[in-house]
Every structure is written in C-alpha cells, then in structure tokens.
C-alpha cells in the first residue's frame, strides 16, 4: 500500500492512541491478540497495512466495533449513511503479495454491528494466512467470478449469484483462485 494511503487512514494511529487510553503496553497488546509486539509496532507506526480480521482483532482487543478505525473525526454521528455507486470508501487490505481495495459500503456509519463491503480481486489471492475464527457471522455474495469458502473441515466453490452465510466462530479462510467480485458482510454478534 502506498505510504500516503497509510498515513491518511491512521489506522496504527488509532490502534496505538487506544492501546495508551487503555494503559496497555504493546506486550500487553499482544498477549491479547497474539501478534508479536515488533508487528504491533510496525502497524502503530503505519509501515504495515493490518488486514480486517487482524483489525478485528485488534477491535475485540481494545473494546471497539471495527467500524471505528474507519471513522473520520469530526464527522456529524448519524443513524444512516447513504453511499452512491461509485462513491465508496475505498479501504486497503494487504493479502501478501497483493494489496486488495475493499469498498466499504457503509462507510461513516458510527456503531455499526454490521460491517459490508464490496471486494475486487483481479488476481489470485487468499484472504489471510490462517483460518480465522471471532464472535460474529458473515455473508458472502458473489458477482462475478468464484471464491473458494474453507469452512471448519468443508470446502465451498462459490460462482456468480452464489451465496453464503455462516457462524465465525467456525474457522475460515476465504481464496479467489482466478478473479472475483463478491460482497462481503461482516457481523459482530459480541457487543463492546
């Protein structure tokens, strides 16, 4: 992700201005969401892009809904938010080698339980290095393309119009082995 891209997010900025307002030590802070204190350190001072399930992590960890790391300061609350084709919040998410643009359909949306976005690949890619599990469910709807869903011992090949809905609590690992276009949505059933 390009550096500007990073700084203008802060998200290591928020993540570490949480971690002092909770008198939490970045040792702390790993012990909590099991990532080495060197790669906390590299996230809090924006030299890497942590992907969204490592910010839900870090969201669980710190006591936030994700959808705090991406509000901007200032902005008026509001109980809706209202995104236009074309007009959505573009969000990095770097899946080694790639770096894929998530567009955050309902970006501005304080409190949010749901977490929605529209997820292009146009290259082979898998969506974490491990399968993930956290409190919380998902849905997955495909638009073009396919995605391969690994979920607890099952293995699912999602293809244009194909959908999925399912515990997090399972462990999973998204992967498009060609090109895709799917929305995601994230639901966070655990309330901070």
């Excluded at 304080?110 to 976005?117: A, E, G, L, S």
Aim: aromatic share 10%.
């Amino acid at each position: 992700m390009k550096k500007e891209v990073l700084e203008r997010l802060n998200l290591g900025g928020r993540i570490k201005e949480l971690r002092l307002q909770r008198g939490l030590t970045l040792k702390d802070l790993a012990e909590r969401t099991g990532f080495s204190p060197a790669l906390l350190s590299q996230v809090e001072n924006n030299l890497v892009s942590p992907s969204i399930s490592t910010l839900w992590n870090f969201a669980e960890a710190l006591g936030v809904k994700i959808g705090y790391f991406f509000q901007q300061d200032g902005e008026e609350r509001k109980d809706y938010v209202l995104t236009r084709a074309g007009e959505e919040a573009l969000v990095y998410r770097n899946e080694l080698p790639h770096t894929i643009p998530y567009r955050d359909l309902a970006y501005g949306m304080d409190d949010r339980n749901m977490t929605p976005f529209l997820v292009q690949c146009d290259e082979p890619c898998e969506f974490s290095l491990k399968e993930i599990t956290y409190e919380g469910e998902e849905f997955l709807h495909v638009l073009e393309g396919g995605v391969v869903v690994r979920y607890g011992s099952k293995e699912f090949e999602l293809r244009p119009g194909d959908s999925i809905y399912y515990n997090a609590q399972i462990p999973h690992k998204l992967a498009v082995k060609g090109s895709a276009r799917f929305m995601a949505v994230l639901f966070e059933t655990h309330r901070h």
